[in-house]
């Protein structure tokens, strides 16, 4: 059971202003994984009965269930039928002990590349297609609001009128990171401020901005194996060495980083759903992976670029959320829950990196354009950005079902599927003698478009196959498209 000071830090999180945006069970989920977070609530200590601690918070047995089914889907804690709730032993918490130095110290010590300090020492500038099947990361657009669009975007140049045309601020329009904050807080599990919010044109801006602002040319950066390739490219391109870090079913093997003699002050990940393995990064693994980054003083950059779409239960919370030594630089992007032409991504930034961040974006491109950025804020405000995902959700796991079917009728000679949990694309495994190759320069000429997953890994032996992005096809669109791939093995195997 708990100790009166403990149910009394619960209570505290129910009545508090702050937490008046979130439903009930968030409020006593969050609350309790703060106390496990902190040590409080230790492995294997018993939770109160749901019945018992909805009497003590006086509230419904439902919403102190929904609660505790969260805290386990994430891994917090452990349900044992006939013996009640238990905390996870994978939810240990370091000893403070261990760490060296305070939060408040190591947040001080920011460390700049030579160009990075460059950068903020000049000042810099503060003026403020159709796709073809099987391309991934490309979200269905024929269903978006474009009425909706219209309408909340003539609202804007109607209020904001010769206003809307200038130039905008390189951090972002304020309403628009007043609304990302408010979201991700509520749906991803953030700790977000406005403040520490950079909007940028894409999650590729992002990883540029990292590999010129943080690094110098020379140093190494770790990353996972196989990886997006748009986030190691900006990362070589500036000079760095992708230190390659191999990824199993339960994610990035953060234990590989955390023993490596490697001197690295920064690692890359896509936690929630692995790019291109769909695997979700274990708890365990997110806690320990913040401990490293809190010991060695690095940063842990976390790419979210499609977490709101996540079929199987909600997503487990992000990185960010739960890294209270703020070394966590969280990405985002509207290109793959909206539209790609709305050019519109997102940084939450630890407080002692805003200015330098903002700086170099301001050389990059200066800003981004205030019409999209007022219209997208409008949007999200008004409840339209939740209700798209929902119905974008929906149709995404309707997809997935049926390419999952498609594949296991028409090809499953050939390859073996990987179905993820979430995301817009299948990984699919060869298990046929045609090489990679072969088979995406033959389908390419049937126009099908394949992204091969040899490409993707560093060091690790490559698995021989392929990625089938589903998000933007009709039922109709995609049977056609795996009935062209099969024609496609047949002849290629004749």
Known sequence: MFKSSQLETVKVWLVNPANSAFPMYMRIQRAIRQLILDGALAAGK????????????????????????????????ERRVGCGSFVSATARRPSRNRMKK??????????????????????????????????????????????????LERQVLKEQGHLALLSGHPQGVEALRCAIADYINLERGAQATPERILILTSSQQAMTLCAQVLFDAGEKIFIEDPAYQGARKAF?????????????????????????PVQSHAVYLSPSHQFPTGVTLALDRRLALIEWAAKKNAWIIEDDYDSEFHYAGKPMACIQGLDHQH??????????????????????????LVRPMMLARSLLDGHSASIPQLTLARFIEAGHFGAHIRTMRLVYAGRLNLLTRLIEKYLSHYVSPVVPDGGMQIPCKLICDIAEHRVIEAARKEGIELTGLTGLYISAPPEPGFLLGFAAYTAEELEAAVKTLAKVFALLRR
Request: a neutral charge; charged letters at 20%.
């Open 46 to 77: 018993p939770l109160p009965a749901s019945r018992a601690l909805a009497q003590s918070l006086e509230v419904s047995r439902d919403t102190v269930e929904a609660a505790y089914n969260q805290l386990h889907a994430e891994g917090f804690i």
């Open 102 to 151: 305070t939060a408040v110290e190591k947040n001080n010590e920011v460390t700049l590349s030579k160009r990075g300090d460059l950068i903020v020492r000049g000042g810099g500038v503060c003026s403020v297609a159709t796709p073809r099947p099987f391309i991934q990361g490309t979200p269905e657009t024929r269903h978006f609001p474009l009425a909706v669009w219209e309408r």
């Open 236 to 260: 070589e391109a500036a000079g760095l060495e992708c230190v390659a870090v191999p990824v199993d079913e339960q994610g990035l093997r953060v234990e590989l980083i955390c023993n490596s």
């Open 327 to 352: 070394r966590t630089i969280y990405v985002g992007t509207f290109t793959k829950s909206l539209f790609p032409g709305l050019r519109i991504g997102y940084m939450l930034l630890p407080a002692p």
